[in-house]
């Protein structure tokens, strides 16, 4: 396939882009079986919430989870959100999975604390299309009261280029999430193209360092000063700061020294599934109201 390709972008000339072509009708035959496929991934029950920490940087103890979807295509293996998600968004279904998405969520909260695990916080991620069109605010109100818990245990992950997109348009919402005891984290802060001067007028709690920052900052001056500054801007904007992919010790020790809030990624745990944050706990010597993240 890419031999021929190549020979057609010979024969066409030197000045010409058939050799993309067939690239091109690839990735768009891949995205549409996505597509088709995803439209039974629910029935299926192909999706589930994997969850991985978060712990404070100064002590590493537990704070709470994000959940992060999971599509597992049984033989076909587990497919990338960052694959199937863009797909999501554009063919129409994202509405219907982030309401699955919530209530899942919702749901594993009320079955933690009636298994005796204690409240547990859970962050969930929320695509563009969701936070505008969808009535997040009213869906949140109502999944939370059908499993009797408190809004406050939730927490909404939008992205950056989301929220900036459009921020007189996403600022209300967000004030109302809040409003409900929603908590508010900007995700992937440092990819987009905010405004200094509108972060501060952003009602949002929390600010998540892209993991690309974190990944360089040991090794890159750049990168770490990139990191000091988004540190100091959410502190003095009154924000905690999440910094995510920590893969290293190394990198945990400096970002504690920044007095960044709260650690995310491999170096304390992967995403996981429902049984084997269990299974850790239950594994674990301490009382299950006392769970904390030396057991994960
Ligand atoms: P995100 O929200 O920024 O999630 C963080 C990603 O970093 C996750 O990838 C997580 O598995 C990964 N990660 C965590 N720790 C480390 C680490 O130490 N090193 C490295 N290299 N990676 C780490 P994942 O699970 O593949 O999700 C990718 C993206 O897909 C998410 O980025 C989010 O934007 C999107 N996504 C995931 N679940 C959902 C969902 O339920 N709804 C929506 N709308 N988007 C979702
Ligand atoms: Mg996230
Ligand atoms: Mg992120
Ligand atoms: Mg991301």
Known sequence: NADMALYAAKAAGRNTYHFFKPIFADQASERLELELALREAMERQELSLYYQPKVAASDHGFLGFEALLRWNRGELGFVPPDRFVPVAEDCGLIGQIGSWVLAEACGQIARWYRAGYGWRKVAINVSARQLVHDDLVGMIGRECERQGISPTLLEVEVTESCVMSNPSQTSPILAAL???????????????????????????????????????????????????????????????????????????????????????????????????????????????????LAEI
């Open 178 to 292: 809040r409003a409900m005891g929603v908590s508010v984290a900007i995700d992937d802060f440092g990819t987009g193209h905010s405004s200094l001067s509108y972060l501060r007028r952003l009602p949002v709690d929390v600010i998540k360092i892209d993991r690309s920052f974190v990944h360089e900052a040991a090794r890159d001056t750049g990168a770490e000063a990139i990191v000091k500054t988004i540190v100091n801007l959410s502190k003095t904007l009154g924000m905690d700061v999440v910094a995510e992919g920590v893969e290293t010790l190394e990198q945990a020790e400096m970002l504690a020294r920044m007095e960044c809030d709260v650690l995310q990624g491999y170096c304390f745990a992967q995403p996981m599934p429902v049984d084997e944050i269990e299974r850790r706990w239950r594994e674990s010597d301490a009382t299950p109201s006392a769970l904390g």
